[in-house]
């Protein structure tokens, strides 16, 4: 069994970037993983991995220092690029989004937290075509955000269609929080993802990028993260797969 673990950064309202990213696995990957990630959790004292927190000394991380973050996120890090294949990832800015997709094709992704996490999947499949792969690949997001019900639809029409499930590789798919302790990992790439949209992109002057991003990039994972501009949201909508879709949608009165 592969399976994937996948979360969001950025769907507040008030974040201007939204990224779902995550790691592929193998069952026997995922197991040796979960053994390290309890052990760093226990040798620093923490309960749960939120990145975010751990940015701004909330939750577990009250009181510490820089230096001790550093040394918890090289840790975790680590664990990471052993026990994981590849890490997939998709961000947006919300007002480009906002601004070039049309109501009907952000109702049925379920907004721009939708549209990136089915891009994830379409990457998968690319990544899961050159590995020449015989197992599908069950899905495991972050539960309670923002769009995830409108995508859970869109995932039981992807599924309903044999075609599809198997073009997809999708043997199967759930909504977990984050005492699921993969989702950490995916928790850890989204914010990093997130973050490098906001720095470098929307950022003026630009920011160096964070060394914890850099750090936590394998050669592997470049061609599988993400950021889609203005100009490839607008190539999208106005492809005959776009349009197509929304001829479909329109008839079915969706």
């Not at 779902?20 to 193998?26: K, P, R």
């Not at 040796?32 to 751990?54: E, G, N, P, T, Y």
Request: charged fraction near 25%; glycine fraction near 6%; charge should be neutral.
């Amino acid at each position: 069994m592969v399976t994937g673990y996948f979360d969001d950064s950025g769907t507040s309202p008030t974040n201007s970037v939204v990224a779902v990213a995550g790691y592929i696995g193998s069952c026997s990957q995922w197991q040796k993983f979960v053994l390290d990630w309890k052990s760093l959790l226990f040798q620093f004292d923490v309960s749960v991995m939120h990145r975010a927190d751990l940015e701004s000394f909330q939750g577990d991380f009250v009181g510490w220092t820089p230096e001790k973050r550093s040394l918890f996120v090289n840790k975790a890090q680590q664990i990471i690029k052993r026990r994981t294949y590849i890490a997939i990832g998709n961000s947006v800015i919300k007002a480009e989004f906002d601004e070039i997709f049309p109501d009907i094709l952000k109702r049925f992704y379920g907004g721009p937290y939708g549209y990136c996490a089915l891009l994830c999947i379409a990457r998968a499949k690319s990544w899961h075509e050159n590995k020449k792969l015989r197992e599908s690949i069950d899905w495991v997001f972050e539960a309670g955000t923002a769009g995830s019900g409108q995508f859970n639809t869109l995932m039981s029409a992807l599924y309903a269609d044999p075609d599809m499930r198997r073009d997809f590789r999708i043997s199967g798919w759930s909504f977990r929080d984050k005492a699921t302790i993969p989702l950490q990992a995916a928790d850890l790439i989204s914010y990093e993802v997130f973050k490098y949209v906001t720095n470098q992109i929307l950022q003026e002057p630009q920011r160096k990028v964070r060394i914890s991003f850099n750090h936590l990039m394998r050669s592997q994972d470049e061609d599988y993260i993400e950021h889609w501009p203005k100009n490839r949201l607008e190539e999208y909508i106005s492809s005959p797969t776009a349009q197509n879709l929304i001829a479909n949608l329109l008839a079915h009165g969706f």
